[in-house]
């Protein structure tokens, strides 16, 4: 069965940190480009990070120097490392595989005094 779990999410202060964790089948990691979204209430899902197979690295200029993806092709799992979240931040996070046109349930993060 092919799935997306993501995990990790949570509520933090303006400042602090979370690690996103998004296991994935391995027909769908393996070789192929993984990503995260994230889906504030009222907007439009948008692209935060995606990193290829090879390692290589993009991300939105909202969180440049801010965020980090990783993957772990051993674990099959993705991850997403966030520093000094801003309330703006605040967001349903998703992952998602080049391979498939699916999502996973999402974690919520919440950043709030």
């Known amino acids: 069965q092919v799935q997306l779990v993501e995990s990790g999410g949570g509520l933090v202060q303006p400042g602090g940190s979370l690690r996103l964790s998004c296991a994935a089948s391995?027909?769908?990691?393996?070789?192929?480009?993984m990503a995260w979204y994230r889906q504030a209430p009222g907007k439009q899902r948008e692209l935060v990070a995606s990193?290829?197979?090879?390692?290589?690295?993009n991300y939105a200029d909202s969180v440049k120097g801010r965020f980090t993806i990783s993957r772990d092709n051993a674990k099959n799992t993705v991850y997403l490392q966030m520093n000094n979240l801003k309330p703006e931040d605040t967001a349903v996070y998703y992952c998602?595989?080049?391979?498939?046109?699916?999502w996973g349930q999402g974690t919520q993060v919440t950043v709030s005094s």
């Open positions: 998602s595989s080049s391979r498939w046109a699916g």
């Open positions: 391995g027909s769908i990691f393996r070789g192929f480009t």
């Open positions: 990193i290829s197979s090879g390692g290589n690295r």
